[in-house]
Every structure is written in C-alpha cells, then in structure tokens.
C-alpha cells in the first residue's frame, strides 16, 4: 500500500475508499468469516499474551461457547473468574460484529472509563493486525471511539446514566458490571436501558465478576429462574468456573489461597457473590437467604413482598437520611408475627426529603 491508502501514514491501517481486489481464496474466506464468528476469531484475531506478546487468539472451550451464545441470542449474562478471558472474549465477537454487519453501534461500557478504553485498545490492537482485505476503511480513530467505512463505529465509556444517552445502539457490553456503583447501575437501567432494548435484534452482554447482592446479582438470579417464575428475565446465563480454565488446577487454588486469602479466592475465583463483602452477618448465613421479586414497587423505592395483615405483628427498623441525592433513607419491614421472621417490606431513596414519607406508603387496601 502506498502512502495514502494508509490510514494516517498507519502502514496497518486501510483508509477510508481504499478499492481491493479480491482473489477466488480471499472471497472463500471472507464468506466463511462473515458467516462464522469462531472461525473469524481463531484464524484472523491476535491478542497479546503476558508471557508469550502478540500471538493468534486461540480460545478455549468455554470462550466458544460464550461467543456461540452472544451470537444466537440478544442478551446475555456472565458470570466469570478473574482472568479467564471474558473480555478478549466479548471483544473479539464485537469485532466480527461491526466488520461484517453494516451501520452497526456498538457501546463498551465499564466501571472506569480507563477499563472502557483499554478494551477499546483491544480491538484495536486485533483490527490492526488483521489482513487488509479483511478491513474496513477507517473514518475516525481515536481513544474513545473508532468508526469505519461500512458505517459501524464503538465508543467506549464508562457505565453512567448519561453514557450512550441520545444516541441509538445495536450492541453494548457491560464490562464488570458488578462493580459499577449501586445507584449508577438503577439509574443506567432505568433511563437508558429502555432505549437500548427498544429494537428488535440489539444485544446487551453483561461479563462481570461478582461483588455482592446489587444489580447484576439480581439480573443473574432472575436469569437462573425456571420459565413463567415471577421475575424471570430474558438473559440468557452463562456460568464459568475457576477449573474451566486450562491449567488451573488444585495446586494452583492452594498457592492461589496462600497468596491472597479464602475470602477473596471465593469471590474473584469461585465467583460467590457473597465471598469478599464484609458485613456484620456472616457470608455464609447470608447465603441462606433467597432474593425474591417483589408483589409490588413504586417509582420512590418501595417494594413490598407480602401484602399487610391485620392480625400481624410489624417492626420496622429506619435509617434516615436528608434527602438530598446523597445518602440514603433505608426502611425495612420485618413481619414478627412467628418465627422465622420475614421481611415484608424495603424502602430505599436519597431524594424524597423525611416530611413527605407518607407519599411513598403503599396502599393497604
């Protein structure tokens, strides 16, 4: 290529408009790739091995399988160990998917705005190394985002309530989705999530190490319940464990162990959601406890999981806040009637100010 068929004088990068012409084997190949995102990724994807640098992506069992089930379904939950690929993963399929498929957005989203990018990174670090006859022509390419010739472009950002808010996406990935703040995650759901869904083939993919009982342990459990149970969702579960991984063996769990702890090796490895939360009840009673979707919500953060009895006996245990968008007000509603005790009820909001309460009681009647 000479000089201006270079993207930016980039020797590995085809401008915008550049014409290439075809041989009976590239055609061959290029069908078989548009058609076959596995064979895309195992005969044209290179990432960069910590021990071995730039080598072709050669994934394992359970990598195909997650590529398989993005491909075939339009959402998507991951439950995955630390360093197990999930994320090369992911991004490898988002690469075939905006090369082969026109017009195509696609937002990565992450915790940080440095993961985002350096996701970002990755596919462009495996599009740079791709066959020119396979690239697109280049429009834009910048830290942020990229948009190639065929109309399809990614941006990376952080997961915010504001991220992808205006525009009209085809695929997003939540990146450790787990790990994005309780209150950032509602809101996102809340007022961009509808936009997202609103098409009829977009893709949402949710890869995550666990942290805790917040959104994305709801999102799974849901996930797990059986077809017609209250609360089921449309995620299509993905579960990977530590043993999946090729070389990750009983040896490796103990030295593992020795060099952190039991506790987080149970979160990070296990993929426990309750491993690395200290709280003031034990893990492992918590995890007695079952999440249940509740009889009824409201818009102000109430949500009531047995209707009232009047025979019953109630407790209700208040903690207060200003109601200011910072803290929270948090209520919990305990049914004392006979044992065990039930929860009944939740109360969760930071903007409702503490004179006007009564406006979020539900209805008895």
């Known amino acids: 290529m000479n000089t201006s068929q270079k993207y930016l004088g980039n020797s590995n990068l085809k401008a915008a408009g550049v014409k290439i ?60 160990p630390r360093q197990s690929g999930k994320s090369t993963t992911m991004v490898s399929y988002l690469l075939h998917y905006i090369l082969f498929n026109q017009n195509m957005s696609v937002a990565i ?6 993961t985002a990018r350096e996701l970002l990174g ?10 020119m006859w396979l690239q697109q022509g280049i429009v834009e390419w910048n830290k942020g985002s990229i948009v190639l010739e065929n109309g399809s472009k990614v941006l990376a950002a952080a997961t915010s309530s504001s991220a992808v808010r205006g525009g009209s996406y085809n695929a997003i990935m ?35 190490t666990p942290k805790g009982l917040n959104m994305f342990y709801r999102l799974w459990v849901n996930a797990n319940k059986r077809a017609g149970e209250a609360g089921k969702n449309e995620y299509v579960p993905i579960e990977v464990h530590w043993s999946d991984v090729p070389g990750r063996d009983e040896e490796w769990r103990k030295q593992t162990i020795s060099n952190t702890s039991e506790e987080q090796f149970r979160t990070e490895f296990e993929t426990e959601f309750l491993g690395s ?27 009531v999981y047995s209707r009232p009895q009047y025979d019953h006996h109630y ?8 109601g200011v968008g910072q803290d929270y007000h948090a209520f919990t509603v305990v049914d004392v009637s006979e044992m065990p005790y039930r929860v009944v009820a939740t109360f969760r909001n930071n903007e409702i100010a503490p004179m006007v309460y009564p406006n979020a009681i539900y209805p008895i009647a």
Not at 109 to 114: D, E, P, Q, T
């Open 109 to 114: 989203l992450a915790n940080k705005l440095s």
């Open 174 to 208: 939540l990146d450790e989705f787990a790990y994005v703040p309780q209150n950032v995650a509602e809101e996102f759901f809340s007022s961009v999530y509808p936009t997202i869904t609103s098409g009829k083939d977009t893709k949402v993919i949710i890869v995550s």
């Open 277 to 303: 939360v200290h709280t003031l009840i034990h893990p492992e009673r918590l995890k007695n406890l079952v999440y249940r979707t509740p009889e009824y919500t409201n818009n102000e953060g109430l949500s």
């Open 21 to 80: 012409n075809f041989s009976e084997k590239q055609i061959e190949e290029y069908m078989k790739c548009a058609q076959d995102p596995l064979y895309f990724i195992k005969n044209y994807v290179k990432i960069v091995s910590l021990d071995k640098g730039l080598i072709p992506f050669e994934p394992y069992d359970f990598q195909e399988n997650m590529v398989r089930a993005v491909h075939n379904n339009r959402f998507v939950i991951a439950k995955l």
């Open 315 to 322: 407790v209700m245990v208040v903690d207060t806040s200003r």
């Open 122 to 131: 990755r596919l462009k670090l495996a599009y740079e190394y791709l066959p």
